[in-house]
């Protein structure tokens, strides 16, 4: 199928159903600008309902938010079934669910799941691509930020596109009330970060929302620890995603040694970004196995929905 085909496809049948999930985890990144995400981590394991998640978003009084909560929760949660578990022959773990891999039930978590990852995509194009020469006399973490940034609005309007919907969704978008699309890219940039300090925890607060948006799509199907595989015994794939020694640390370390013009550290460094980001792809890969009982099996940074042309241009 044509790629333009396949986008057309996905935003119908996917991207515009499942745009709660979107909203969801712009609303988290919001919350998280004056929320610790220690306070709300363990929160999918409660299973909380809708007026828990409205209190707890402080959106209380504000209609159009509470609505996308309730969606979310008494809708799009309440099509998620728990997988059943169970250990065979006291060594492999064996994951059983009567849920087809493509199912409506499941597509909203395979789009949070594909949001998280491409996020750590962007991540892994921008180091792939630095060129230490050409940088060392210019700010890398404002670079990161605005590659970030625009890698993100890039997949966001192509998700949100109003331009190849159907008819039919065309008219489910058409309702008063609605939140438009330009709303939600207003509230994700409304701000503009000045200082590097800044920039790394707007790029965090947007991981953790999309981590969480995951965890509470997966407490509901009974799945609390979703991304615990790796490779490496004594690595926790789902700390390290939010890990200050991760993106938070490392990557102004890799600036350092650019614009210290020392080739040695950054060679170290980048093998740590390397590993690291293995095993986080690695544990959001192994997520998309459980959340489809098998039936997706991705290798590295290979994703389930289209990019479009994010890294084309």
């Given at each position: 199928m ?14 515009i159903?499942?745009r ?24 999918p ?6 007026k828990?998640?409205i ?12 609505r ?34 493509y199912?409506?039930?499941?597509l ?42 625009e ?12 331009k ?5 969704v065309?008219n ?21 970060h ?5 920039r ?52 102004p ?24 980001m ?19 099996v ?14 084309s241009?």
């Amino acid at each position: 199928m044509p790629e333009s085909n396949v986008i057309l496809n996905e935003i119908n049948k996917v991207f515009i159903p499942c745009r709660t999930v979107l909203e969801m985890e712009i609303l988290t990144a919001l919350l998280l600008e004056n929320k610790n995400f220690d306070d709300i981590k363990h929160l999918p394991e409660s299973q909380p309902t809708s007026k828990q998640l409205i209190n707890a978003y402080q959106v209380s009084g504000i209609d159009a938010l509470e609505r996308i909560i309730s969606h979310f929760t008494n809708v799009i949660l309440n099509k998620l079934k728990p997988i059943v578990m169970y250990q065979r022959d006291f060594k492999q773990r064996f994951r059983m669910s009567n849920v087809d891999a493509y199912s409506k039930t499941r597509l909203c978590l395979f789009l949070a799941l594909h949001r998280l990852k491409l996020k750590f995509l962007v991540i892994k194009r921008f180091i792939g691509e630095l060129i230490p020469n050409e940088l060392r006399h210019v700010n890398v973490i404002e670079e990161f930020y605005k590659f970030y940034y625009e890698k993100n609005e890039m997949n966001l309007k192509l998700m949100l596109s109003t331009k190849r919907m159907s008819e039919r969704v065309k008219n489910l978008m058409e309702r008063d009330d609605v939140i438009e699309n330009s709303d939600l890219l207003n509230a994700l940039s409304f701000k503009v970060h000045l200082n590097d300090k800044e920039r790394i925890k707007f790029i965090m607060r947007d991981i953790k929302a999309s981590l969480f948006i995951c965890r509470l799509m997966f407490a509901k199907m009974d799945v609390i620890t979703p991304f615990s595989k790796s490779k490496e015994l004594n690595v926790n794939p789902e700390r390290m995603m939010v890990s200050q020694d991760f993106i938070p640390e490392l990557i102004p370390a890799i600036s350092k040694s650019i614009r210290e013009n020392n080739p040695r550290h950054l060679h170290t460094l980048l093998e740590a970004f390397d590993f690291m980001m293995e095993n986080v792809f690695e544990s959001i890969n192994n997520a998309f196995e459980i959340a489809s009982g098998g039936g997706i099996v991705l290798d590295g940074d290979e994703t389930m929905f289209s990019l479009g042309n994010v890294f084309s241009v």
